[in-house]
């Protein structure tokens, strides 16, 4: 299938989600293109997401006001939900503002850096349960069959299947409570590396024999990350 008339099957899915507005349903529709497949997880994710600015009384992050912190690996069905997540809430990895720490739990917090405050969202037991039992993961993905690949009736049931719940019934919402992140903020000085004179951010910067250089090029750089 080529790309457009993929793109135009997601439109058609999406847009025949009754329970979501049409910013909703757009945001969903641009999750579902970049994300590129039907499957469970992702819209597992993007429900999450609005559940959690729903709860902090806040809306989708445009600047970098907010940050989410995803307990979900690389290892594990989790970056399906992780894109999910992304899209409702606005906090992306490019922003700078998504981080993993990976526990193998479908499960995250959402920080309002500005106010201080936060609530943390996992999804209930059950509803994974539910995930894990149904013909996507049982039928296919188990046996290794890559998720774009599995019977398109099969992954567009998997898409669906929350969409019908309210979000006290898929997730477990704590908080708000009061969060302090810290100061932190983006480095906007720009350097080059005296070794392969490649532009990099200045507070990725090294010292080595006295010049100034980028990790590829630091040579203690593979020691450091063995400790």
């Known amino acids: 299938m080529e790309l457009k008339d993929r793109f135009k099957v997601h439109r058609e899915i999406v847009e025949g989600i009754t329970t979501l507005d049409d910013t909703e349903k757009e945001l969903l ?5 970049i994300h590129g497949h039907f499957c469970g997880g992702m ?3 993007y429900l999450a997401g609005l559940a959690s600015l729903k709860a902090l009384g806040t809306t989708r992050e ?17 970056g399906c939900f992780a894109d999910g997540v992304q899209f409702a809430t606005g906090c992306t990895f490019g922003k700078g503002i998504m981080s993993k720490d990976p526990r193998g739990k479908w499960s995250y917090m959402l920080i309002d850096k500005k106010n201080k405050k936060a609530v943390k969202v996992t999804v209930k037991p059950e509803i994974m349960q ?12 188990i046996k290794g069959i890559p998720p774009a690949e599995v019977d398109q009736d099969v992954a567009k049931a998997a898409f669906l299947g929350l969409f019908n719940k309210k979000f006290e ?3 477990r919402v704590e908080g708000p ?5 810290g100061k932190g903020g983006s480095c906007f000085n720009l350097a080059f590396c005296e070794k392969c ?8 910067l090294r ?7 980028c990790l590829d090029c630091f040579a203690y750089t593979n020691l450091i990350e063995r400790k």
């Open 29 to 33: 529709y641009s999750a579902l293109n």
């Open 43 to 45: 819209p597992m994710g």
């Open 62 to 78: 445009l600047s970098m006001d907010k940050e989410v912190v995803v307990y979900v690996g690389d290892h594990h069905a989790g």
């Open 130 to 141: 539910a995930a894990f039992n149904a013909p996507f993961i049982t039928k296919f993905r």
């Open 169 to 171: 019934e898929i997730v």
């Open 177 to 181: 409570f009061d969060y302090d992140p």
């Open 197 to 204: 004179g490649d532009a990099v951010a200045e507070n990725y």
């Open 207 to 213: 010292i080595e024999d006295g010049k100034k250089v």
